[in-house]
């Protein structure tokens, strides 16, 4: 492979310096395409079918003016530079006949997108042992650059695909991988710095989808669906089932979403929509209804009745008048966006989540971080909020209580 590019590149550096092009009607040429993935992709002869002599012309083809170079065994070889309003539209590598890459350029000379020829490892399945497996495929990759020249977007498909992608990269301005994804088996996102931050894997033997979330590299979230009504087959369609129709049928689907505390130990447990809690040491906590709404939030419980006014610790959307911060919660968040101190690391992004309890003066207890995203983060949320100020505390049935609430803080801050 190396030494192509070597001589690709050695015959790019003659059609450069050399400049002198054997000008030829193309009506006297027979211009033919094979396909992409032919042996012999691209052929110019001349009208009789015989080959033309080694050296460089210059015609024009289907109303582009053309540069080409034909090889001593009388193929297609090295560059096609094709022009448009004396401007250098697009060029085409060639390797004895049989097509490598196109690329196409701006007004200025920038690449703007690219096809390849290129070998990718992409999960196929393998219908005798009903499984999914790396196999090594020829593929059509499409190659998207911005302004700058670099690769943002990259899509592979198969020579029988139709054009739909089966492999998908997306790149951050830096080159760092952000998105790889095979259509109908996984897709991973990662951040700035490399690091996981969410997994989606189609398990074909469960039809289901499970999504995976990570915060700091640790595993925050797990999501698994399936649905009745949707057969999932090898080739990524989905067909409807008609047995879930039956008037009488029970449906099987499910959603089942997990969430965890950073040091592994499960959090919240939610299976179509019937909601478990636990503290960190793996007790359950127990609420009179199931909590709705955000499920990031503990502010949509349902209001519970309890006697004991006076040492209840009330989730803050179980009460009447729920706890707040002076002047609203968009006032807190602007206090943390003009005293948090960022950590100097470029790409740092997520969410910090706090717990406390709003006394029933107003001040703020038992601060915890249900977690952060690194760089003490969690430290420093802790830190901006002791200095926030008093609380408008909740109230139940006329009399101010103690309540619990949690705190999302979005990295980074914005001003409000």
């Not at 020829?117 to 399945?125: A, D, L, M, P, V």
């Not at 703020?364 to 200095?387: C, M, N, P």
Request: aromatic share 12%.
């Amino acid at each position: 492979m190396k030494k192509t590019i070597i001589i690709l590149l050695s015959i790019i550096g003659q059609v450069v310096s050399a400049q002198e092009y054997k000008k030829i009607n193309s009506s006297k040429l027979i211009y033919k395409k094979n396909g992409l993935f032919a042996k012999n992709s691209i052929s110019i002869t001349n009208k009789d079918g015989s080959k033309l002599p080694m050296g460089f012309y210059e015609t024009t083809i289907e109303k582009a003016p053309t540069q080409f170079y034909i090889s001593s065994k009388g193929n297609v070889d090295g560059l096609i530079l094709n022009y448009y309003s004396n401007m250098l539209f697009y060029k085409t590598i060639m390797k004895e006949g049989e097509w490598q890459s196109d690329v196409y350029l701006d007004s200025v000379g920038k690449k703007t997108h690219g096809f390849y020829k290129k070998s990718k490892n992409i999960e196929t399945y393998n219908n005798t042992l009903k499984i999914w497996e790396p196999k090594s495929l020829l593929v059509f990759s499409h190659c998207y650059f911005n302004e700058n020249g670099k690769i943002y977007k990259e899509t592979c498909s198969g020579s029988g695909s139709s054009g739909n992608a089966i492999k998908k990269y997306f790149y951050y301005e830096d080159g760092a991988l952000k998105t790889d994804e095979t259509c109908f088996y996984y897709r991973k996102e990662y951040d700035s710095l490399g690091v996981l931050t969410e997994q989606i894997d189609y398990n074909w033997k469960t039809k289901e989808i499970q999504t995976l979330g990570y915060e700091n590299g640790k595993l925050a979230i797990k999501k698994i669906e399936f649905d009745e009504d949707q057969i999932w087959n090898p080739d990524g369609t989905i067909t409807t089932s008609k047995k879930t129709h039956k008037s009488k049928h029970i449906s099987k689907s499910y959603i089942i979403e997990t969430k965890y505390y950073p040091s592994g130990k499960i959090y919240r447990y939610n299976k179509n929509g019937e909601s478990k809690e636990y503290t960190e040491d793996g007790k359950e906590v127990i609420y009179t209804q199931t909590i709705k709404g955000d499920p990031e939030m503990d502010n949509e419980t349902e209001a519970s009745v309890d006697e004991d006014l006076e040492n209840k610790i009330y989730q803050s959307g179980a009460i009447e008048i729920k706890p707040s911060y002076p002047n609203g919660i968009d006032a807190l968040y602007k206090f943390f966006h003009d005293n948090f101190i960022t950590p100097e690391e470029e790409g740092l992004q997520g969410t910090v989540y706090l717990s406390f309890i709003v006394e029933k003066d107003g001040s703020l207890s038992d601060i915890k971080i249900l977690r952060d995203i690194g760089y003490s983060t969690g430290q420093e949320s802790v830190r901006v909020l002791r200095k926030s100020g008093k609380w408008i505390p909740g109230e139940q049935n006329g009399k101010k209580v103690k309540c619990l609430y949690t705190l999302p803080i979005k990295l980074p801050l914005q001003s409000k």
